[in-house]
């Protein structure tokens, strides 16, 4: 582990890992849960963001207010974040008032009220936030596609519940989920920057102190398949279809990330990647135009959007599907193999200059990999990835099949040949 990294477990099973930064003056801590939306039962789903809403909502010592107050008056940004794997609570304050900001933290997540009022106050906070999602076609088309590619698996569920599963949920299930979720030996202290790690680790004993063991969670279940085809969602309001192609990948935590990533960039990862430059600006047939890696712990989807008119979206997904068979059946060339490790190195070390990506960091690799490597080393491993490596990673993620796709809005006009989405 890097010299400026150190880990501390607790008596009572709770995790704190810290990282100095020095020549910064502030800090930024999170307390991190390993669960999230996956780890719900189905009539459940969007408990884990409803509670990252109501823990705000007001405590045994202090109302939702008092906790916007101590941490304004601090100068500090506070808030928190729900995803499919994880859920995490963070601030960033100057150096000076990283105590208080522990005791704040550690409030919040061992003794919300869970008040009546508040709670129905906020499951109409909530219902807006699903309306604003379905309202926003970027958004919804990657609901939609999740549902579709990880068919009856808790990870094709969106991470915000639906308008029903919502509606549904009441304060005692709220609570029960909440007492077995929120224990010491699910949650990780994460904190990057000016930062003294055994100062840290005796806030944290004293904070956490009352804070104790439990059952654990739920063992996950990978998912058994990945469903290939089409599937629309019709909203006529729109001018754009948006599309949305999916392929499996592998884990997080697999050796061969650093070729994916980079075979990522150079397929649409960047303004220079393959997709944006022939979708884009050779034809001029979208606005937008991007491929991204989402990875989970048992297994990953390499995402492709676009958003385009109706009349041209058929055009658009067969020149993704081109790109996608040229880059396997060919690989890629010398230079474009370059700038893709440069944009990767230049991009990360950009990123990794702030308290606050430093944390997230820290804490992102301590879920998935258990261990801490040195941007030295993920710098290494990525100008390790030569133009071999990534063909047989094209090969790997783009085998012979039917592809998966979601497209969102005026989706009648989309008329696909049989055998389109083959490949």
């Known amino acids: 582990m890097p010299a400026e990294i150190r880990r501390r477990r607790l008596r009572n099973g709770l995790t704190v890992l810290t990282e100095r930064m020095p020549g910064v003056r502030s800090v930024s801590i999170g307390i991190w849960l390993k669960c999230g939306s996956r780890d719900e039962p189905k009539r459940l789903n969007g408990a884990s963001h409803f509670l990252e809403h109501l823990v705000f909502k007001g405590t045994e010592n202090r109302s939702a207010r008092q906790i916007a107050l101590e941490m304004d008056s601090i100068g500090g940004q506070m808030d928190a974040f729900t995803s499919k794997e994880y859920t995490c609570f963070y601030a960033k304050v100057l150096d000076q008032h990283l105590p208080q900001t522990v005791e704040l933290l550690s409030d919040i997540v061992q003794r919300p009220l869970f008040d ?32 579709w590619f990880y068919p009856r698996h808790p990870l094709g569920r969106p991470i915000q519940g639906t308008a029903e599963s919502v509606a549904a949920l009441s304060r005692r299930q709220l609570l029960t989920f909440f007492k077995n979720i929120y224990r010491p030996e699910n949650m990780l202290i994460v904190a990057a920057g000016n930062v003294d790690h055994d100062a840290l680790v005796k806030q944290v004993t004293k904070a956490f102190s009352g804070l104790k063991p439990g059952p654990g969670l739920t063992p996950r279940v990978a998912p058994r398949q990945q469903r290939r085809g089409l599937v629309t969602a019709s909203k006529k309001e729109l001018a754009q279809v948006h599309l949305l192609m ?79 068979a040229d880059l396997r059946d060919s690989g890629p060339t010398a230079d474009e193999l370059h700038v893709a490790k440069e944009h990767l190195k230049g991009s990360l070390m950009l990123a990794l200059e702030s308290t606050s990506s430093r944390m997230s960091n820290l804490a992102r690799q301590e879920i998935y990999q258990k261990r801490q490597r040195s941007l030295e080393a993920t710098l290494k491993g990525i100008e390790q990835v030569n133009a071999s490596r990534v063909h047989e990673m094209a090969q790997l993620v783009v085998r012979s099949g039917e592809l998966s796709l979601a497209a969102v809005g005026r989706v009648k006009q989309l008329k696909l040949p049989k055998g389109a989405l083959k490949i």
């Open 116 to 147: 009546e009022v508040e709670l129905e106050r906020e499951r109409e906070v909530v219902l807006e936030e699903i309306k604003m999602v379905d309202d926003n076609a970027e958004e919804l088309i990657y609901d939609l596609f999740a549902d």
């Open 246 to 324: 999916g392929l499996p990948v592998f884990p997080k935590d697999e050796r061969g990330r650093f070729a994916l990533h980079v075979y990522n960039a150079m397929l649409g990862g960047t303004m220079s990647s393959r997709l944006f430059h022939k979708i884009r600006e050779e034809r001029g047939l979208v606005y937008s135009v991007y491929s991204a890696v989402n990875g989970f712990a048992d297994n990953g989807m390499l995402a492709i959007y676009a958003g385009t008119s109706p009349q041209k979206a058929r055009e658009v997904m067969q020149l993704i599907v081109a790109e996608l």
